[in-house]
Every structure is written in C-alpha cells, then in structure tokens.
C-alpha cells in the first residue's frame, strides 16, 4: 500500500465515492461494523484507506465489493465518483424481477371494462 498523502479516512472516502448521501451516514455504516477493509471487520471511521484496499459493504439490499482507485480530493459529480473505485461485486441478473401482469394485453382494465367483468352488476349484494 501506498502511505503519506495518498491515503483518507474511509467515512471520507465512502462519501466522496458517493456510496452514502451524507459522511454522517456513512461513519454510522463504519461504526456498526458493517464495513470491511481487505476483509477485517472495521468499526472505526477515522481508519486510513488508500489504492489497492478493498472494501466490502451492504448498501441498499446488495453487497458491494469495491477496489479504491484513488483516494479522491472532493465530492464531485457521479462520473468523477466513478473514477475512483474499481467494482467488483458481480452483477444480478436482469430476470430477477417478474414482468407486471396485464389484463389481455391491454395493461390496466379501464372503468368500463371492469364495469364489464362483474358478473353480478353494479350495486347488488349476494
């Protein structure tokens, strides 16, 4: 690993990645222990990272395994963000989510096509 300048602290590093919308987020993430840095579990925010660590960390419903790149200067827009880290997680399958079913093809049934559906007509009671 590279020392001197070219390291930052990870609650830093994890927002100018911008994997958490505030530090403040992110440092919770790193104190919960829910952050690995080459595979030990992290529970400090002010723990130094540099090129070459890789990080590991829930976000959202996915795992993300990242590779830091750079140590990054400011939080800049997302194409620079992207810049600096290498992503390693595996990507999921597209077909994972079921397609919306539809009503003949047609999407939503509209008012009058319900009012068509029901068998016993509007307003009667069995």
Known sequence: MVEGASRIRLDKWLWHARFFKTRSLASKQVSGGHVRVNG?????????????????????DAVR????????????????????????????????????????????????????LDLNGPGTLD
């Open 65 to 116: 395994v990242v590779r830091i790149l750079a140590p990054g200067t400011r939080r800049g827009p997302a194409p620079e963000a992207q810049t600096l880290y290498d992503d390693l997680t595996e990507p999921k399958p597209q077909d994972s989510v079921p397609p919306a079913p539809k009503y003949e093809g047609k999407g939503r049934p509209t008012k009058r096509d319900r009012r068509k």
């Open 40 to 60: 030990n579990r992290v529970s400090k925010p002010a723990q130094a990272v540099g090129p070459e660590d890789v990080l590991t960390f829930v976000q959202g």
